[in-house]
């Protein structure tokens, strides 16, 4: 089955601990993403890539950091969370990397709470 | 002023009452709208995009842009109990890859 896995699906920490969100797709898709989605902020994007080795910071940078070594691995890592960073996480994917209108794929989201 | 608005609603409709969602949105370089479906506990699914202006029939939802308001719906007819979600608006500018603006996402309930 075609799908984008993230783990874990929920995490709560402490303040300053550092953590790693996974992302993996079986699509070969070159481009994937990080979202948070918060209410009343709607969805915002953290990082993006467009292929093994090639990263962009999206809207919402601070704090995060990315890696893409495999083209099906996209890991979003939180060296410090704050309670800030407290939200809903969504890694996405698709083909391509200017096919505006390509469907992304979504995970089924990270609840992360920092205390 | 935001680049896109959409009504966070809830929107609550009985078992087969035609469904408007809307988002309104200001730049006019804008030319691809999509429309993404978030049930709960989810991520977003892309239900239906249009290019530039006119109207995009799939099944029992029906996508219409007019550019000349910058307005952009999703009409859902014969609403079941299984659309209820949270429908998302996205809207592209061509000259800049993948970045979508997002609504806020307006939350449907179609009640038995």
């Known amino acids: 089955e075609a799908q984008v896995t993230q783990n874990p699906r929920y995490l709560i920490t402490v303040t300053g601990k550092k953590l790693t969100v996974t992302c993996s797709q079986n699509?070969?898709?070159?481009?994937m993403s990080w979202y948070r989605q918060d209410p009343g902020l709607g969805l915002r994007q953290i990082y993006y890539s467009m292929n093994v080795e090639v990263t962009d910071k999206g809207d919402v940078p601070e704090g995060y950091k990315v890696s893409r070594k495999e083209k099906r691995n996209f890991p979003l890592i939180l060296e410090s969370p704050s309670p800030n960073q407290t939200s809903l996480y969504f890694c996405?994917?698709?083909f391509g990397s200017g096919q505006v209108y390509s469907p992304l794929h979504f995970g089924n989201g990270t609840r992360l709470t920092v205390t | 002023q935001k680049e896109v608005e959409q009504d966070p609603g809830p929107l609550s409709v009985p078992e087969g009452a035609i469904v408007s969602l809307n988002c309104t949105y200001s730049n006019s370089a804008f030319q691809y709208f999509m429309w993404y479906r978030q049930y709960s506990r989810k991520g977003p699914e892309l239900l239906m995009y249009t290019y530039s202006s006119g109207n995009k029939e799939d099944g029992r939802f029906t996508a219409q842009v007019d550019k000349s308001s910058k307005y952009i719906s999703l009409f859902i007819r014969d609403s079941q109990p299984s659309d209820s979600a949270t429908y998302l608006c996205a809207i592209n500018n061509a000259g800049n890859n993948r970045k979508l603006i997002w609504g806020l996402g307006t939350s449907l309930a179609v009640n038995p």
């Open positions: 699509m070969n898709h070159e481009y």
């Open positions: 996405a994917s698709t």
